[in-house]
């Protein structure tokens, strides 16, 4: 069966969407009578009218309304095929929709980001920053192509680590527990008022995790809605938190502030950051270059905070 071809296809859209055959003619750079002659031979071909027409307007039929909702579905096959030759022509070219999660966000990112640039000069991120199940939810429709976030992370998906992060307590100045910098034992926070991030943060899953194994107490009363937040609570006498080493880097750094960070003994608690993608996405073995690419920088990164 003889088959409409992709600029017979083109011109039955186009002239969906302007509503005339001048000016899809025009949108397609060829001459009107050409363009009419592709409809018309599209049209013989289905055995359907797509079009009404007369002097002064085009319609689309009931039944060219799913020709034509067709068609736009075939072009686009069309033009996933040349992106996907593109692509293992040459990696990391083109849109890549990355989600990540706001604990990585605003501290990862800036140290992370200028190097992909650089590396990958063609690579367009269009970047997306929601807490994890939502991100795994895009993920999971194919509204994201990859997401950073910290592992693991539950459904059919393949991950890769990136980076391996303590955590720090931050504490007002003169709090007990700053006395024992570099020799901070979970046990430590015994009895320690805690305050975490309100619920859909892993991270606070994984901080009320040191904070049972070490006794500390949630606080009942307040939660933050970010880590800035439970910085400006903890300078506030509220209590004690923990911060992932990008973020207490950024946050609370090296001065002389109200606020001191106090890092644990090897073996620290922390997180491992990574990628995750879809086991069936086509694009493998370009995520697991980017998941290399992001591993490099974040270690030059994570030998600077350590300096």
Known sequence: MERPTIRQLEGLVAVADHGSF???????????????AQVQAAEHLLGVQVFERDRRRVLVTPAGEEVVARARLALTAVDEVRATARRRAEPLVGPLRLGVIPTIAPYWLPALLPAIR??????????????TSRL??????????VALLALPVPGDLTTAAVAREDFLVAAPRGAPVLSRRGALKERDLDAETVLLLEDGHCLRDQALAVCSRGGAVESMEVRGTSLPTLVQMVAGGLGVTLLPE???????GRTRGPIGLARFAT???GR???????????????????????????ERYLTKLHG
């Open 118 to 131: 650089t590396r990958f000069p063609r690579l367009e991120l269009i970047l997306r920053e929601e807490q």
């Open 272 to 298: 491992t950051i990574g990628l995750a993608w879809r086991t069936s996405s086509a694009r493998l073995r370009e995520f697991r270059l980017l998941a290399e690419a992001l591993r490099t920088e974040a």
């Open 22 to 36: 001048r000016r899809a003619a025009a949108s397609l750079g060829i001459s009107q009578p050409a363009l009419s």
């Open 136 to 145: 795994l939810a895009q993920l999971d429709t194919g509204q994201l192509d």
């Open 267 to 269: 073996p620290a608690p």
């Open 246 to 252: 990008a973020a207490a880097a950024a946050l609370v």
